[in-house]
């Protein structure tokens, strides 16, 4: 499925704790314009069913895992996240579900444009519209 990429960051780990890099040339492949962090997570829950028309981003699950599920309107794979090291690249038209949180998950997720509701398709018929057009 194109519209998507796993993207390693440098980690380094220590007794002390573990402090990841996400930067410019190593890993990230735009100019980020806004991070938002999901947090306190519900185990049982589901969230995004959406996709959007323009967006980059970038997501990397911090702490804990969690499982996301992508669809280009064809074929759904599922990417299990569980690495401040591992980033989920995603851009285009790529439908995605998030599930299987752990009561620890965090997800940082950075973009390349600010926050726009109108770069949403919150519907999954006229997702799969705009896909087939
Ligand atoms: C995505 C997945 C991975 C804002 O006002 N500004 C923001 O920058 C964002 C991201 C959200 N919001 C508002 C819009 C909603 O009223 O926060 C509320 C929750 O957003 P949403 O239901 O879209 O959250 P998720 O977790 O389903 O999806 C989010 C991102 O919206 C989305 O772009 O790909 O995380």
């Known amino acids: 499925m194109a519209g998507f990429e796993l993207i390693s960051f440098p980690l380094y780990e220590a007794e002390s704790g573990t402090l990841s ?53 064809t074929e759904r794979v599922d990417i299990p996240l569980s690495s401040p090291s591992t980033g989920l690249y995603l851009s285009g038209r790529i439908w995605r579900e998030m599930s299987e949180f752990t009561s620890n998950c965090v997800l940082m997720v950075m973009t390349d444009a600010v926050y726009s509701e109108a770069d949403y398709i919150r519907d999954y018929e006229t997702f799969l519209e705009e896909v087939k057009n």
Do not use: M, W
């Open 21 to 73: 890099v996400y930067e410019q040339g190593a890993g990230l492949r735009f100019d980020v314009k806004r991070v938002y962090c999901i947090t306190q997570l519900n185990p049982g829950s589901t969230r995004g069913h959406h996709a959007h028309r323009e967006l980059q981003q970038i997501v990397v699950c911090l702490s804990g895992s969690c499982v996301f599920t992508l669809d280009d309107g």
